[in-house]
């Protein structure tokens, strides 16, 4: 028996990266994958292959996650496909990584409605059918940035210190309904948005070493393995798992000194 067998999911940001890593684990495991996707192109590309490599059930949808109205039109269509959707994982995400007294106030808006009311937009759009059904689990990516300060990235760690308020937050006002929502605290993991970071510095060979020499295990994460955890957390092996963060760091966050 496949561990997510039938569950319709929807992934958001899932063209790419960690989301499109997260997309091909649940298909493996017998879920309906539904890809919720600025970029259309990549996620018709991604849902291809899925569908090719898995044989499972895959629809991408043109979704922004800034949007309230994209989102539910991304679920509308996934009820269509699938039927009811029994699994979230907010997943899409930027970087904004600014001085805070130079940022504009168009970048924190963008990282704001993004990497925060993406979430909640997400949220709000599944969330009435969880709890009429009485059963439900919402995935939410944060980051390490959640709990722990890097100077010079204002001020995406603000918002992702959000998505774990909100994800405790909506966590505890629906468990009675049986709604589980959590979220997953990756580290470094190697993806587009970690090479395009790498080759905004001065040396970008540079960088990326210095970036694994910090790491415990002398290397960065995988997609894949943050996936797994995703997949873990969504599952019925996780069922008194509850407003909570799983960190997948390789120990990172646990270093004090460098
Ligand atoms: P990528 O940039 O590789 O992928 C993000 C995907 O989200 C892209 O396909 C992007 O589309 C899509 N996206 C961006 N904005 C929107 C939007 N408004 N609506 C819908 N989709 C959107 O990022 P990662 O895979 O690296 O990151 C995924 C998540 O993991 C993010 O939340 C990130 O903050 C978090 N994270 C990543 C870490 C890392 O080291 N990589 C570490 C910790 C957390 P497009 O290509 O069109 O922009």
């Not at 970087?95 to 970048?107: I, Q």
């Not at 580290?187 to 970008?204: K, M, R, S």
């Not at 694994?212 to 873990?232: D, N, W, Y």
């Not at 760091?249 to 000194?257: N, P």
Request: hydrophobic share 45%; net charge negative.
């Amino acid at each position: 028996m496949k561990r997510l067998a039938d569950k319709v999911t929807l992934i958001t940001g899932a063209g790419r990266g960690i989301g499109a890593a997260i997309a091909f684990a649940f298909a493996r495991e017998g879920a309906a994958v539904v890809l919720a996707e600025l970029d259309f192109e990549t996620a018709q590309q991604t849902a291809e292959q899925i569908k090719t490599q898995t044989g499972a059930r895959v629809l991408a949808v043109q979704t922004d996650v800034t949007q309230s109205a994209s989102v539910q039109h991304a679920v509308s269509e996934a009820e269509q496909a699938f039927g009811a959707v029994d699994v979230l994982v907010n997943n899409a995400g930027i970087n904004v990584f600014c001085d805070p007294l130079t940022m504009t106030d168009d970048d924190w808006r963008r990282c704001f409605a993004v990497d925060l009311d993406g979430v909640w937009n997400g949220c709000r759009a599944v969330l009435p059918g969880m709890v009429e059904r009485g059963a439900g689990s919402i995935v939410n990516i944060a980051s390490t940035h959640a709990f722990k300060i890097i100077p010079g990235c204002f001020p995406y760690p603000v918002a992702k210190h959000g998505v774990i308020g909100l994800t405790r937050a909506l966590g505890i006002e629906y468990a009675p309904r049986n709604v589980r929502v959590n979220a997953i605290a990756p580290g470094y993991i190697e993806t587009q948005l970690t090479h395009d970071w790498w080759n905004e510095q001065a040396d970008p060979a540079a960088a990326k070493q210095a970036t694994l020499a910090l790491q415990p295990m002398k290397r960065i994460g995988r997609p894949e393995e943050v996936a797994m955890t995703a997949v873990f957390l969504a599952s019925d092996e996780a069922p008194f798992i509850n407003a909570t963060c799983i960190t997948v760091d390789g120990g990172r966050s646990a270093v004090y000194h460098d």
